[in-house]
């Protein structure tokens, strides 16, 4: 069975400094990784996933998270946040088969200081 | 284009009343899957359907949930009896098939609220 340790439930943190948002995850089998984030009265959106290659994923609004198999993490990160990156991230694990469904974790709070 | 909807948004009930939560998935989409989310939890997996039948049904909680999807597109989440714990946010989601890309894309959830 999968199971996904979000280590951080709030991160606050000033505007154009960068952050690191934590995932570990458990699993036996090969699993595909998920970030989605979760603005303020909106749903869920998917901001990168992770399902073979390169293990450095990115998205367009400068997000990036490295998948780790030895050490089974799947940090998010950025440079420099904005105002705007204010929300609820969440990671996310699927299993490479069978029904894909997804295991989150309980969710990050990241608040972007001015 | 359209994404997933769900209807309706918010939902208030008494204890002890039948709702009926209804969720249409991208067009195309043949999987479809329902997830509760309580109050400062990540979404919960509750069942999966692939075309008309459910797939996985191991994550609805007890037999007072059930759900459809007679034509393999619209699905409905039923709950009877709903109690005070019911009370959570419902999302659905679908992808164009399960795997492959992996991607699930999510609707604006309905906000259940049971008095």
């Known amino acids: 069975a999968q199971s996904v340790t979000q280590l951080d439930s709030q991160v606050p943190v000033f505007e154009e400094a960068p952050v690191e948002l934590r995932c570990n995850y458990s699993?036996?089998?090969?699993?595909?990784l998920f970030w989605y984030v979760q603005y303020p009265n909106q749903g869920l959106q998917l901001l990168l996933k992770?399902?073979?290659?390169?293990?450095l994923v990115e998205s367009i609004n400068g997000f990036e998270a490295e998948f780790n198999k030895s050490q089974t993490y799947f940090h998010l990160r950025k440079p420099s946040v904005h105002i705007s990156d204010t929300a609820e991230y969440f990671c996310a694990v699927s299993p490479g088969s069978g029904t894909y469904k997804y295991i989150f974790g309980t969710g990050t709070r990241l608040k972007v200081l001015a | 284009g359209a994404g997933v909807s769900q209807t309706p948004s918010n939902k208030v009930t008494e204890k002890g009343k039948y709702v009926e939560l209804r969720c249409d998935p991208i067009?195309?989409?043949?999987?479809l899957y329902w997830y509760r989310q309580s109050l400062g939890q990540g979404p919960e997996f509750l069942i999966y359907f692939q075309g008309t039948g459910a797939a996985d049904d191991s994550g609805l909680p007890n037999d007072r949930f059930f759900a459809v999807r007679p034509e393999g597109s619209v699905s409905t989440l039923k709950i009877q009896r709903t109690e005070r714990g019911d009370s959570a946010v419902y999302l659905c989601a679908s992808s164009l098939n399960p795997g492959g890309a992996g991607e699930q894309y999510f609707g604006p959830g309905t906000r259940l609220t049971v008095t």
């Open positions: 699993s036996s089998v090969s699993v595909y």
């Open positions: 992770y399902l073979s290659g390169s293990t």
């Open positions: 067009s195309g989409h043949t999987a």
